[in-house]
């Protein structure tokens, strides 16, 4: 060691009182054992940490009855070792004890050094002095983030999610099993970032890459797309990607962070779904037609009028196009407003300019996408030959609005509104069964339907409940 020049006194008491600034500031502890006399010299600090009143006397029974029973063999350990003048431990260590004023457990740790006597040989052990600090906090803070960090491992283990960090900068990647398994590595591996993209189906890279520069054009810090993977022994997987800058990133080539899901099967049973459902699509529209031929076959000469056979495949046409409606998505219905679209596109005309469709959209579920096809197909069959649509000038105006019935809930209120460019001479007869049929549609949804036959053609208002439309 280098030969320092001795201290002057008002240096010696300059040291020793930035020391015990030091030891103050830092909640320090500090003990004296004297192993001649067996006596034990604590610092107010010291004994408060142990729950010992200022004044009282510090002996070795004492503090060994404030040891938790489980951590007095390594203290007493750890004492002896330090009479050994060839060990020199300056590791800290741990225990608990019992405050003495309240019993409360707490966590020590402590700091020890032996002071020799080197004059004699061997080296007689003198004073044992060190430090002492409570650190409960700290370690109750670490337990609840293990415990917390435990349950986190167990929900991703049992999830199947993989948690990943991306460094931009350098390419780096923290590597865990669970995203070497979703993206199909042995578990300990360490692969790169480029072997983690070469497993990118064809068109992946370029679309992720677009994906992440429009988010950052945007100023968009997260992102969320599914990838398609290819292994090289040719296997398929999809996962669910979510990505976000780590916190405390600003810039978009720090650290990113993310999760992945495996949705391999989800894909593979949509993929599955899609192809029944256009099965079952095609086999319904092939249903329609062979359903229509029986029909024309069996009415010919039959003495059914060639009008009466028209009205009843245009009505087995309008099924034909509801079917069609629901069968775009997963079977899950279609909007309000589609369906009346869908419905006048049944035509064969362009009605765009005489058809006006304003207000609320509703969602309706298959049935009831059925049913309102039945009554808009009837709806403009009448306003195509005898209302205003029968001439070339007339118009219909179709109003949707959600309508409160007060202590009966909300229901859809559809308003439909014709004006002929001249007015009707004569009023409709008795009703025929296209009427009957709208009536019996309304009331198959419990709902209500008003007519009236005015002189620019026909106006009715139609409420179905609410609760209705979800049943059905």
Same mark, same amino acid.
């Given at each position: 060691?280098?030969?320092?020049?001795?201290?002057?006194?008002?240096?010696?008491?300059?040291?020793?009182?930035?020391?015990?600034?030091?030891?103050?500031?830092?909640?320090?502890?500090?003990?004296?054992?004297?192993?001649?006399?067996?006596?034990?010299?604590?610092?107010?600090?010291?004994?408060?940490?142990?729950?010992?009143?200022?004044?009282?006397?510090?002996?070795?029974?004492?503090?060994?009855?404030?040891?938790?029973?489980?951590?007095?063999?390594?203290?007493?350990?750890?004492?002896?070792?330090?009479?050994?003048?060839?060990?020199?431990?300056?590791?800290?260590?741990?225990?608990?004890?019992?405050?003495?004023?309240?019993?409360?457990?707490?966590?020590?740790?402590?700091?020890?050094?032996?002071?020799?006597?080197?004059?004699?040989?061997?080296?007689?052990?003198?004073?044992? %002095? &060190?430090? $002492?600090? =409570? /650190? !409960? *906090? #700290?370690?109750?803070?670490?337990?609840?983030?293990?415990?917390?960090?435990?349950? @986190?491992?167990?929900?991703?283990?049992?999830?199947?999610?993989?948690?990943?960090?991306?460094?931009?900068?350098?390419?780096?990647?923290?590597?865990?099993?669970?995203?070497?398994?979703?993206?199909?590595?042995?578990?300990?591996?360490?692969?790169?970032?480029?072997?983690?993209?070469?497993?990118?189906?064809?068109?992946?890279?370029?679309?992720?890459?677009?994906?992440?520069?429009?988010?950052?054009?945007?100023?968009?810090?997260?992102?969320?797309?599914?990838?398609?993977?290819?292994?090289?022994?040719?296997?398929?997987?999809?996962?669910?990607?979510?990505?976000?800058?780590?916190?405390?990133?600003?810039?978009?080539?720090?650290?990113? %962070? &993310?999760? $992945?899901? =495996? /949705? !391999? *099967? #989800?894909?593979?049973?949509?993929?599955?779904?899609?192809?029944?459902?256009?099965? @079952?699509?095609?086999?319904?529209?092939?249903?329609?037609?062979?359903?229509?031929?029986?029909?024309?076959?069996?009415?010919?000469?039959?003495?059914?009028?060639?009008?009466?056979?028209?009205?009843?495949?245009?009505?087995?046409?309008?099924?034909?196009?509801?079917?069609?409606?629901?069968?775009?998505?997963?079977?899950?219905?279609?909007?309000?407003?589609?369906?009346?679209?869908?419905?006048?596109?049944?035509?064969?005309?362009?009605?765009?300019?005489?058809?006006?469709?304003?207000?609320?959209?509703?969602?309706?579920?298959?049935?009831?996408?059925?049913?309102?096809?039945?009554?808009?197909?009837?709806?403009?069959?009448?306003?195509?030959?005898?209302?205003?649509?029968?001439?070339? *000038?007339?118009?219909?105006?179709?109003?949707?609005?959600?309508?409160?019935?007060?202590?009966?809930?909300?229901?859809?209120?559809?308003?439909?509104?014709?004006?002929?460019?001249?007015?009707?001479?004569?009023?409709?007869?008795?009703?025929?069964?296209?009427?009957?049929?709208?009536?019996?549609?309304?009331?198959?949804?419990?709902?209500?339907?008003?007519?009236?036959?005015?002189?620019?053609?026909?106006?009715?208002?139609?409420?179905?409940?609410?609760?209705?439309?979800?049943?059905?």
């Amino acid at each position: 060691m280098e030969n320092l020049p001795p201290l002057e006194i008002g240096e010696v008491a300059g040291w020793k009182r930035r020391l015990q600034i030091a030891v103050r500031a830092a909640s320090l502890g500090v003990y004296d054992w004297n192993l001649r006399t067996d006596a034990f010299v604590y610092s107010t600090t010291a004994k408060e940490i142990f729950g010992l009143p200022p004044d009282g006397e510090v002996t070795r029974d004492r503090l060994r009855s404030l040891l938790h029973p489980d951590d007095v063999a390594q203290v007493a350990a750890k004492a002896e070792r330090a009479r050994d003048p060839a060990f020199r431990d300056e590791e800290g260590y741990r225990y608990r004890i019992f405050r003495a004023d309240t019993g409360a457990l707490r966590w020590i740790e402590a700091f020890g050094d032996m002071v020799f006597d080197h004059g004699v040989d061997p080296p007689v052990p003198l004073h044992y %002095i &060190g430090t $002492l600090r =409570d /650190i !409960t *906090e #700290q370690v109750c803070q670490q337990e609840t983030l293990r415990r917390q960090e435990a349950r @986190l491992r167990l929900a991703i283990e049992a999830s199947g999610i993989a948690v990943w960090e991306l460094d931009l900068a350098d390419g780096s990647i923290l590597h865990s099993p669970e995203l070497n398994r979703l993206c199909g590595f042995p578990p300990d591996a360490r692969p790169t970032l480029d072997e983690f993209r070469a497993r990118y189906a064809p068109g992946e890279r370029e679309r992720l890459d677009l994906l992440g520069a429009e988010a950052r054009a945007r100023g968009e810090t997260r992102i969320a797309t599914e990838v398609h993977h290819v292994w090289p022994d040719g296997t398929e997987r999809w996962l669910s990607m979510r990505a976000q800058l780590a916190p405390g990133e600003t810039s978009y080539d720090g650290r990113i %962070i &993310g999760v $992945l899901v =495996d /949705i !391999t *099967e #989800q894909k593979r049973r949509e993929q599955d779904q899609a192809l029944l459902l256009g099965e @079952l699509k095609h086999r319904i529209k092939n249903s329609f037609a062979i359903a229509q031929s029986i029909i024309n076959q069996t009415l010919r000469g039959s003495g059914v009028s060639a009008e009466t056979r028209r009205s009843l495949a245009d009505r087995l046409q309008a099924m034909a196009v509801a079917h069609d409606e629901i069968a775009k998505g997963p079977w899950a219905g279609a909007s309000l407003l589609a369906t009346v679209a869908r419905v006048c596109s049944a035509f064969g005309g362009d009605w765009n300019h005489r058809i006006s469709v304003t207000g609320d959209d509703i969602d309706l579920p298959p049935r009831t996408v059925l049913s309102f096809s039945l009554l808009f197909h009837e709806l403009l069959t009448n306003a195509t030959k005898y209302g205003a649509l029968a001439g070339d *000038e007339g118009s219909v105006a179709v109003r949707v609005e959600r309508a409160d019935r007060g202590g009966e809930g909300g229901a859809v209120a559809i308003e439909w509104k014709e004006r002929r460019s001249l007015p009707l001479t004569t009023r409709p007869g008795s009703p025929g069964f296209g009427t009957r049929l709208m009536d019996t549609v309304i009331a198959d949804l419990q709902g209500t339907i008003e007519r009236d036959f005015g002189p620019h053609g026909l106006s009715c208002r139609i409420h179905v409940p609410d609760n209705r439309l979800a049943e059905a």
